[in-house]
Structure formats: C-alpha cells, structure tokens
C-alpha cells in the first residue's frame, strides 16, 4: 500500500498564476484533508471532504477550493496563487477511528 | 485562534534522558491525538486518547489527559537520536464534528548522542 500520495512535491508560481495539488489514498479512508504548514507553526486545516461527495471549511479557506473526485481522491486548487499562500501543503486521510494518516507534503512558493 | 499550545517550543536532551512535552488547549474535547514529525515529512500517529481516559501508554511512550485542567503530557522514555523531531497534539472540540483536529505549534526535540 502506498498510503496517501501527493503531487507534486516541489512547485514555484507566479502570483495570479492557478493550481492543483492532487491527493490519493488507497486505504478505503471515508474522510480527507488539506492543511497548510507554515514555518514555526502548526498546521491549520484548509478544507475536509468527511466523505465522498462533501466537502466543508476548515480554518483557512480563503484563495483554495476543493474537489472529492472519489473516494481515494481530494484534489486542492489555487484559482489565483498569492505570495501569503507560499507554504508547505499537507494531505491527510482517516478512516473512522479518527487516527490521520498525512502524505508527505508539497513545498509551495508563491513569488 | 490555536486550540493547542505545546510546553516547551524546544527541548535538547543526551540520549538515554526521558523528554516530557505539553500540551494544553481551551476547549472541550472529544480526543487528544500526538503526532510526530520528521525534519521536512509529514506527520506520523502516535497515539490518540480519548476523554475519558487519564493516561495511555505504547511502547516508550507515555500519554497522560487532564481534562480538569484542559492540558495533556507526552512523555518519551529512554530517548533515542532517532526520536529527534517534531511532536504535536491535536484536539478534537466538541463543538467540531468530523473530526476537525486542531494542531497546536509544537516542540521540537532533539536527542544529543
């Protein structure tokens, strides 16, 4: 099993520049999420999808959107990338007991 | 706002030294979950408890949940230089949901050889 799986794993924008960040997991997980890290701090979740065909707010949603394709995939998007959104990008999955299994990240640079 | 703060930001100990962290938060919860993370990857479980619970244990490590005083302790016994990295809490409010975890800032540790 490869767990949770995100591409790409490096990537340099210009600002107003748009993209996707992909996410998969293979292990049946119902819930996904997209967090973002940024350095001395904690993560902070952008957007969950708690199963197929729903997805909700986290704590910082402004500038993303999201897509649960399926159910192994949740797929995040930056219509127009701003300098403020250079962060490191984590996926993340869990299945009902709650335990999140992360991938291993994107680094984002937004110039 | 961040729902959970770890105690210390940083901690350097000699190998084979316990290392204790902190964590507190401000709201009720459902559950506490430890993460850890390596230099530059993602972030590993490491164990979860739940509110009901006062103290848990896996393998070196040592968990311990005060909800009276909202705050919880990670313990690591016999530390090792691969145990260097990273260790955050998350916490589960009740008010959340699905599972809405939030991470504190974390500390950071690192085992000296």
């Known amino acids: 099993n490869a767990g949770v799986t995100q591409t790409p794993k490096f990537q340099v924008l210009k600002t107003g520049q748009s993209m996707t960040l992909q996410c998969a997991q293979d292990m049946n997980h119902n819930s996904m999420y997209w967090y973002r890290q940024d350095p001395g701090m904690g993560l902070r979740l952008i957007y969950y999808s708690a199963s197929e065909g729903t997805t909700d707010k986290g704590e910082v949603p402004n500038g993303y959107n999201v897509s649960r394709l399926n159910k192994r995939e949740f797929s995040l998007r930056l219509e127009s990338a701003a300098p403020s959104q250079t962060s490191v990008y984590f996926c993340?999955?869990?299945?009902?007991?709650?335990?999140?299994?992360f991938g291993p990240g994107t680094r984002l640079t937004v110039l | 706002s961040q729902q959970g703060e770890e105690d210390p930001q940083a901690l350097s100990i000699q190998e084979g030294e316990n290392a204790t962290m902190n964590c507190s938060y401000k709201?009720?919860?459902?559950?506490l979950q430890w993460y850890r993370q390596n230099s530059g990857r993602g972030l590993v479980h490491l164990i979860l408890?739940?509110?009901?619970?006062r103290e848990k244990h896996s393998g070196r490590l040592r968990v311990t949940l005060d909800t009276s005083k909202k705050s919880s302790s990670l313990l690591i016994t016999a530390s090792r230089a691969a145990d260097t990295a990273s260790y955050f809490c998350?916490?589960?409010?009740?008010?959340?949901?699905?599972?809405?975890?939030?991470f504190g800032t974390g500390t950071r540790l690192k085992v000296l050889a």
């Open positions: 998350a916490t589960d409010p009740l008010t959340s949901g699905t599972y809405k975890y939030i």
């Open positions: 709201t009720s919860i459902n559950n």
């Open positions: 993340a999955s869990s299945a009902d007991s709650a335990e999140q299994f």
């Open positions: 408890i739940r509110s009901n619970e």
